[in-house]
């Protein structure tokens, strides 16, 4: 479907996907489980009821949101509210976390390195609904499967994950999204690493542009992760009763890693800041170097050159011509004079 | 009716138009309203009493602000008080609510674009006073009839807004205004990526104005954005009876696209700051190669203008002049001299 | 008398002008009205008790704070606090509100403009003593009588002053005050638009210091009435029983326009950052364009010198010197290079 | 006794004079008074027991706080903590109050300027322990004795220490030291409007240094009042019973005037800042001046030497050479040429 | 074992060493002690429970933090939460406090310098869980035994605490890490007063990099001391019972220590920016000076090259070539013309 730019004019509530143009279908899956059972299985749109069953925890994940039809289709099955679902299908909605009734609706971004050699973020929509037993994942496109190591852990019964609730399971996803920052954080960490050295020993001619890069890529992720802080403080404060106060500590500690990309971030924004005027300063350095070359030259050679012309000059009258050894006392002339502005630039320290 | 500047001076509550001359007369228009019934007249100052009917929502929209007599005329009628309608006559007035007894005022700007090519922000000062069943809405000039939208949505019955009271009203049309926001947003973005492009490829020399007139844009449009937050904290928090606990919803979404704006403008304000050091740094780099280029033209002609000059003195006695190959002598030791101080450059890294 | 710098080393309480020196003497005026009745009258000091009167407001108003024997008997009469008066004749006192039993003392800044041609604003010491029916208000010096369009308000009995009590009378006065702010703004923002389309089209040569005078009256401005923010807040909590709820609107008026100021300064301050900004790019701009004027000169005429210079050497033999032609051949290959200099230069867009 | 520069690796509270090394050995000094009773003396410190008694306020002023036998007899006397005479011997504790049960310890900074011609802050570690009936002061060193203004005071009965407690002479001791503030931001100022008005009038080569000295001090004079603020919010909220309620107002005093500096050091770091910058476009402009004069120059002698070393080259066959009035029109033409160049760089506004 | 640099993937709660490679095995040391008794000794991992006795008080210090099989077996034995666990491993774990139902959980970092010439941080990871009467250390390498010093009060059995509980061992080994930053401060303060030195008096020519140097280590410093306050913070609001009211006065101390710490931070920071603007300013006058002596040489000498030129032409027809004394005059000529312009350039202050 063709994307959007912005709801101007829609009547509120309306169900358009704003981000970019998508190609693929959406790819519904259900993993059933609980301490001794698990299923998996890819449902129709009309049959992914997954609410309200105590034996076991329902998980569905929608991949792809840029179908209105099946966002609409599964909203109301499950009866979410449309302002909800116009979130969930809003790229541009930031992180945040909102209390209903019987559901608590989280929206965060999954952060992916676009590319091989420059450092370009790319965020994907993410959104979470809770419900008694059960949760719906929404994600906005397939880049390497980014829940597979939490699908893989309840296959293979690895971890806590099957002997908790729905809510452990979105504490074990949000866990897996804000563990990938740290990961891109110490990437980003390496090539600024890297880009200081260069800049320190001064064997990289131009590195604005790639500081510029990093720079906004920081800026990027900090508008990303920052909301991430209030949808999880909100957790914590116990807002929802749909999160259970044991599953609170492992909310704690994402909470900390959260914080800790935060302050990783803005480390690296200052030493880019820093790294900034050392380019600057070299860059002063090196015209004063050049200006300094030019300077010599000049203080040099004009008072050399100026002799060789009184001398080429054609006055009938000029006595030094005619002395037998004029050209080379002036000649000697010439190394004293060149001797003596060396000397004198050598003691004001330009050379 | 001739523009003031200030009250300075005037009576407090005094109805002083200020703001930029205005040539058109007051427009009136009311449309009444509800699931089933639907009529839009224009009305005479006298007649357009909306108050308090509770069958159908009441909706008088005042296009024009710059005639104290029909404003104070429509507040005699609905029991208004002055300082209010002072405040919607007065174009400096940022966006602001204040609750009173049987209604809520709210100032907000509605923003366009001034002009093609260059961007310029316009602000239109909106005005509302929410009464029980009835909302009186004051627009500062007409640019394209900014309400159009939503008053061709409830003569055609589309969304919600028919099966809702006069709040929902309210949001509807603080969606538009603030919706209006994000497209403008949207195209500075553009513009802002169009200048990027430029600056990192080198391919425009002074984009110093341009830049300055983008910082300038995003600084009013923060000034006219941030305090509306306020305004929608004041709703949601509840302070006001005529606002029901089910419209309250829709105010948050209008909030969350509020902070959405205000995120992408700091955003913006931040990547231009940036490409205005990566400006100058550039400015630095063409005027550092500039120099090199300078020195090493002198440092490579003064030397040997030196030698030819040493050549052309007119002493009686210099040996080199009568050598037959004397010369081509010179000339070769010329070459190499050049040759030797292009060699040295290149090793210094200036070639 | 004479000013005085600071209070240090003396006991706490005494009672010292702190200002510029001042030769005038202090006038006081008693203005007397209700609904019905005004009167106008010149006291002498030991007559001017204006306390308590119920059926009447009670205006006093002394114009003149550098005696303290007349501070002190008014103080004395009216059961002032010493402390208070302290602060009545310090003018380097910023704004400040604080209740007592049975008044409330209010210190702003009253702001003019000095002299015609550069901006420079004076900032005038005015306080007020709020008693049950009766105001008392301090002027530092008369510039053009500040209160006279209240004075003649009062006197015409237009708007409502007549009709209300002290403390509508301390929120007209203050608020001619604070609308005073608004109108130098003005001022100023005409001023720095002038200054902004000189810098933009770069009319004007060195536009630094009028950019730091303007700056440098911000910054007082700012420090003027940023504390009349905190008054205000204090009389809208109702801090006081002196000032009845029905006169808050008209301060919360005032509160809006003290915003109103505060906005505008920090806009145009942010402004002045930018234009300082935009002066150093064009600063950098022109010398790159002398550098290159110089850069390109240099590079065309060096290469000729050195041509002619050859030419100019006494070698005996030197063939082309034979040669016929050789003077025009040489002058051609002279015009060769110099034009593909220039075309160099240009393909590196140096001209 | 020799300083040390850390506690690191001792008990905590172990006594250790940490501070600059000092010579003189402490001096005791007490004063006792009521409204009709006076005492001055200078005890052992076995004898100096100022606690408790009713009738008369006592004051025990300790100068000098290098002696760790006598901080700790005191402190054992009056039953003071060892954490609290660690801070009196600490000169690194900025300002702060703490309260105990039966006392309250304030230390607070004085500040002096050192030497003369350059501006050197100074700064006295001052500490209280109030008492009732008692107060307690510990100075550093004696710079002129600080406190001699208050014990005249009360020795001559002025003012009215002599008709309160000890929580009024707290005051007056601490009124004394803030206004001293006052008295070196004056004297900063004076210094700071001298500089601002030799850069604006360009006629200092480099003030760098001086203005980064003022701010040096600035910086620090803020770090030394902004913690007193919190002491003296903490006495104004009534934290303490040994400061009645009657002594409040004039702290109320002292906290203003504390407000006053603060805000002083800020306007005056400001104007630092900008004067910085106009330092800055000054050194820019000089630059361009300079940059401008090298260029006319080698821009209007360059194609002059040009056309003398052509016309000095040696071809057999050069026209213009035999052509009797050649030497003249080419004197011409370079008068020529050389009034083009010069009316080209008017024109260009670089004369 | 191998270092890792991240859990993603890993389940929740896995005990991973995150940090920099060890090559050394973990020792365990218990120390018991009370007012009479103290006993040292070093158990194996799984006869070190030390939990809950009354009568002494036991310290556990865990000296290796990277592997998980001791720490998931002290673990164990003591009950504390594998997310505890977890970050007692995790080096890039900030300073954080956690309270629980029968510990309290504290990180901090102690600070070293590494190598000697040029100051580099290194941040040891300490970790404290705080039992009744128990306290477990655990720290993440040895360098030069950190705990020593309070092992030895203990031993010896100076200042409090043997006295004192386990809160009080707490606090001690707390106190010990903090007041080593201000012995660290007090070193970066030397080196740069050094630094200043150097730039105020110009004798360094590159000081970009050992500024930006120090502020990357004051950088890092505030990132691990600021954390601290808050687990200070808590401390004092009393959120734990284990630690008792007695105890409180020591924590305030320590947290006066590590604001005191957070100031200097603070200060030297402020110091260094003005350092790195002086640096530039010196930068741009040494520019300034070095373009003056370009362009007097070329002012200078240009004309005298010109004049010379001209008498070097060869027209047959040059009157002022035969003139006897024409030679001296134009020498002399050349010396008046290069006295006037020395004096012009003086005039305008450039020599």
Redesign the interface.
């Known amino acids: 479907m063709a994307p959007q ?5 829609l ?4 169900l358009v996907y704003i981000g970019p143009e998508v190609e693929r279908h959406t790819v519904l899956k259900i993993v059933e489980y609980n301490d001794q059972f698990h299923r998996e299985h890819t449902p129709e749109v009309e049959e992914c009821h997954v609410k309200g069953r105590d034996e076991v925890v329902t998980w569905l994940d929608v991949d792809g949101i840029h179908e209105p039809e099946i966002i609409e289709q599964i909203g109301k099955i499950h009866e979410i ?1 449309s ?1 909800v679902l ?2 969930i299908m809003n790229t ?3 992180a ?1 976390i ?1 209390h209903f009734d019987d559901y608590v609706f989280i929206v965060i971004k999954m952060l992916h390195f676009k590319g091989r050699q420059q450092v370009t973020l790319d965020a994907e929509h993410v959104s979470f609904v809770l419900q008694k037993g059960a949760l719906i994942s929404f994600q906005e496109k397939r880049t390497g499967d980014i829940f597979d ?1 939490v699908m893989n ?1 309840i296959k293979a019964s ?4 099957r002997k908790n609730g729905a809510d452990y399971l979105l ?2 996803l949000m ?2 999204v804000i ?2 920052y ?2 891109l954080l ?1 990437k980003i960490s390496e090539q600024l690493d890297d880009l200081e050295e260069q800049i ?1 020993k001064n064997t990289r001619h ?1 590195p ?2 790639e500081l ?1 890069a990093l ?2 890529e920081l ?2 992720m900090r ?1 990303y992760v920052w909301p991430i802080r209030e949808v999880l403080n909100s957790i914590l404060r116990g807002d929802s009763d749909l999160i259970q106060p044991a599953t609170l ?2 909310f ?2 994402v909470h ?1 890693h959260v ?2 990309a935060i ?1 990783s971030i803005d ?1 690296q924004r ?2 880019l800041t ?1 790294l ?13 170097s ?6 010599i ?10 002799i ?11 006595p ?8 080379f006392y ?2 000697g002339a010439m190394v004293l004079v060149a001797a003596g502005l060396l000397f004198y630039f050598r003691r004001r320290g ?1 050379l």
């Open positions: 730019n912005s709801q101007f004019g009547s509120p509530g309306s509210d302002l116009e979130d541009r909605q930031k945040k909102e190591p852990r690895v971890g806590k994950t504490f074990a866990d897996l563990d990938h740290l990961v110490e320190l131009d604005i542009n510029y720079k906004r800026t990027l508008k500590p492992y704690r500690d900390d914080l800790q302050d480390a200052e030493l820093a900034i005027d050392i380019h600057y300063s070299t860059l002063s350095n090196r015209m004063n050049v200006m300094k070359t030019l300077t030259y000049t203080a040099l050679f004009m008072p050399l050159t100026l060789v012309g009184i001398y080429g000059m054609n006055f009938d009258n000029m030094e011509l005619r002395h037998p050894e004029g050209y002036t000649l330009w």
